[in-house]
């Protein structure tokens, strides 16, 4: 299963369509706070998954700071980050993805792209879809352990 993961756009609409095209085929979309706006309506009419998670940017918003799901037989832990101090670390993080009993973690809000395994947790970040060096990544599950590729936009 082929997961888009963006976050962060901050208004920038245009990157997000950039990565739509890019990651074309993907299974189900994550957006992980700060630009939910920003979402053009052909995501939601494709009828596939779409994930969102608020940010602390994203102020009219009712979507969750977090969801626990599971895709492609991966428990996936998402979330904006911000609540758990990720630009300080991420032991907070790592706490609540054993808490969640996660096998994927997906987090923004540093705007740093970043994928590493942290004690047999495959945890992510894709970086901001409109910041600096625009970027959105396209993770799989199922079949084998996650990978995970960062796509510069």
Do not use: W
């Given at each position: 299963?082929?997961l888009l993961?963006?976050s ?7 990157q997000?369509e950039k990565?739509?095209?890019?990651a074309?085929?993907f299974?189900?979309?994550f957006?992980?706070g700060?630009g ?17 998670v ?5 102020f009219t918003?009712g979507e969750p700071?977090?969801i626990?799901?599971i895709?492609?037989?991966?428990r996936?832990?998402?979330t ?7 630009k300080m670390g991420?032991e907070?993080?790592d706490s ?5 009993r996660?096998e ?12 590493e ?13 409109s ?7 396209i993770?799989?599950v199922g079949?084998?352990?996650v990978?995970?590729?960062?796509v510069?936009?």
């Amino acid at each position: 299963m082929k997961l888009l993961v963006i976050s962060d756009s901050h208004g920038s609409r245009a990157q997000i369509e950039k990565a739509l095209e890019l990651a074309e085929g993907f299974d189900a979309l994550f957006h992980l706070g700060d630009g939910l706006r920003d979402l053009p309506a052909c995501v939601y009419e494709a009828g596939k998954p779409v994930f969102l998670v608020k940010g602390n940017g994203d102020f009219t918003f009712g979507e969750p700071e977090e969801i626990v799901t599971i895709l492609g037989g991966a428990r996936v832990f998402a979330t904006h980050g911000h609540r758990y101090g990720v630009k300080m670390g991420l032991e907070r993080l790592d706490s609540a993805a054993v808490r969640h009993r996660a096998e994927l973690v997906l987090y923004g809000h540093t705007h740093i792209p970043k994928y590493e395994l942290r004690n047999g947790v495959f945890t992510l970040c894709p970086g901001s879809c409109s910041h600096y060096a625009p970027c959105c990544a396209i993770v799989t599950v199922g079949n084998g352990p996650v990978t995970a590729a960062m796509v510069k936009l």
